[in-house]
């Protein structure tokens, strides 16, 4: 099974700011990763695939990167409604796996 | 629009069965994988169960390999999961969500499950 590492657990941003998430994989996943955002009382929404494409009306503020073991998620430009649990998630080999996920939230 | 709705979630004593629903609409559902996923309370997500789109490819998690099964009527646009022999570690709000082949689009509002006597 591939573990997925996301860092920080929690990440402090003042709004306006710009904010970087990272996820690790246990091996190469090339760049079958998504990121997923998930608000409190909210199902998770699918912000980027493919590692670097972002979903249908996803805001340009949300871009992904990288390939194989490490990738980033990075938010430009902090707004009020981007503070949010972040989670990543494998989908190159069974079973599809998620990180434990990165709380940001406002500084 | 897309709409994915669970139903079926309660609470139920340790041992005991449960059936959760997922009524599809919006989207030729049966194109399309589906997946479980549940999160138990202040945790992350963790994937459960998948069936391909006519329902003659199914994998569960090894938590629940024996004790859960997925199937889907796609005359009805339903997804289906049932529980049997549920355990504490089982209580979670249970999501299905609809794979687009690259990520998954869709999720429904979740339906949270008990396990407690």
């Known amino acids: 099974e591939i573990v997925l590492t996301q860092s920080p657990a929690t990440l402090s941003v003042s709004p306006g700011a710009r904010a970087t998430l990272s996820c690790r994989a246990s091996q190469s996943v090339s760049s079958f990763l998504a990121w997923y955002q998930q608000k409190p009382g909210q199902a998770p929404r699918l912000l980027i695939y493919?590692?670097?494409t972002r979903d249908t009306g996803i805001p340009a503020r949300f871009s992904g990167s990288g390939s194989g073991t490490e990738f980033t998620l990075t938010i430009s430009s902090l707004q009020s409604e981007d503070f949010a649990v972040y989670y990543c998630?494998?989908?190159?080999?069974?079973?599809?796996?998620f990180g434990q996920g990165t709380k940001l939230e406002i500084k | 629009e897309v709409q994915l709705v669970e139903s079926g979630g309660g609470l139920v004593q340790p041992g005991e069965s449960l059936r959760l629903s997922c009524a599809a609409s919006g989207f030729t559902f049966s194109n399309y994988w589906m997946h479980w996923v549940r999160q138990a309370p202040g945790k992350g997500l963790v994937w459960v169960s998948r069936?391909?789109?006519?329902?003659?490819?199914?994998s569960y998690a090894d938590s629940v390999k024996g004790r859960f099964t997925i199937s889907r009527d796609n005359a009805k646009n339903t997804l289906n999961l049932q529980m049997n022999s549920l355990r504490a570690e089982d209580t979670a709000v249970y999501y299905c969500?609809?794979?687009?082949?690259?990520?998954?689009?869709?999720w429904g509002q979740g339906t949270l499950v008990t396990v407690s006597s």
């Open positions: 998630q494998q989908y190159n080999n069974w079973p599809y796996t």
């Open positions: 493919g590692a670097s």
């Open positions: 069936i391909n789109s006519d329902g003659s490819s199914i």
């Open positions: 969500a609809r794979d687009a082949y690259e990520g998954w689009d869709y």
